[in-house]
Nanobody, 121 residues
Framework: DVQLVESGGGLVQAGGSLRLSCAAS????????IGWFRQAPGKEREGVSC??????YYKNSVKGRFTISSDNAKNTVYLQMNSLKPEDTAVYYC????????????????WGQGTQVTVSS
């Protein structure tokens, strides 16, 4: 079974940093499209960053601040988030799809449980 477990969320002040981890099991991350998505209260889930075969996508509002990476030895994908802003506050989810997939939530069938990120002003 495909399983994804996120960790690393928390409360941070504006300008701070967090690193989210997505530990995968049941498949090899290098063989899948892996995405980080977020959902704020009252808003739709949106794609933050996705990675597949070395091709990386970032939502415009996080470019230059967030970095997605993968560690094949640990079968884990990370999202390093720097210069965090209050508008980054959301539940962050990682998702996996054997592909192909755009960085759209409707393209992904396997999801983690999410981790809360709260950025205070």
């Amino acid at each position: 079974d495909v399983q994804l477990v996120e960790s690393g969320g928390g409360l941070v002040q504006a300008g701070g940093s967090l690193r989210l981890s997505c530990a995968a099991s049941g498949f090899t991350v290098d063989d899948y499209v892996i995405g980080w998505f977020r959902q704020a209260p009252g808003k739709e889930r949106e794609g933050v960053s996705c990675i597949a075969d070395g091709i990386i996508y970032y939502k415009n509002s996080v470019k230059g601040r967030f970095t997605i990476s993968s560690d094949n030895a640990k079968n884990t994908v990370y999202l390093q988030m720097n210069s965090l802003k209050p508008e980054d506050t959301a539940v962050y989810y990682c998702a996996a799809e054997p592909g192909p997939a755009m960085c759209e939530s409707t393209d992904f069938r396997s999801w983690g449980q999410g981790t809360q990120v709260t950025v205070s002003s």
